[in-house]
C-alpha cells in the first residue's frame, strides 16, 4: 500500500484545512506542544463547523475533518513560529 500524499501534507484535507482555516502563525510559546496543539486546532474547527453547517451539509463537513492530520498542522506551526523567533 502506498501512502498518498497532497502538496507534501498527508493528504487532501490536510492541506486544505490548513490553508483556509490556519494560514495564519498561531502558535505561540503557550503551543509547543504538537499533541496538544493540534487537538485544541480539531476542537476550533469543529466548533466553527457546528455554527456554520447543518444536516447533510454539516455531515460531510465532519467526515471531511475527520481526515485531517492535526498533529501535522500543529507540527508546521509550532515550525513556522520557531523560525520567526529565529529570525
Do not use: C, P
Not at 493540534?38 to 469543529?46: D, I, K
Not at 453547517?53 to 506551526?77: C, K, P, Q, R, S
Amino acid at each position: 500500500m502506498t501512502k498518498e500524499t497532497y502538496n507534501g501534507w498527508t493528504n487532501y484535507a490536510t492541506w486544505r484545512v490548513r490553508l483556509e482555516m490556519f494560514d495564519y502563525d498561531g502558535a505561540s510559546d503557550n503551543d509547543l506542544d504538537a499533541y496538544d496543539l493540534g487537538q485544541s486546532l480539531r476542537e476550533s474547527a469543529l466548533a466553527w463547523m457546528d455554527e456554520q453547517a447543518t444536516g447533510l451539509a454539516l455531515d460531510y463537513a465532519l467526515a471531511f475533518l475527520d481526515e485531517v492530520n492535526w498533529y501535522e498542522i500543529a507540527e508546521h506551526m509550532i515550525e513556522d513560529y520557531r523560525v520567526m523567533e529565529a529570525a
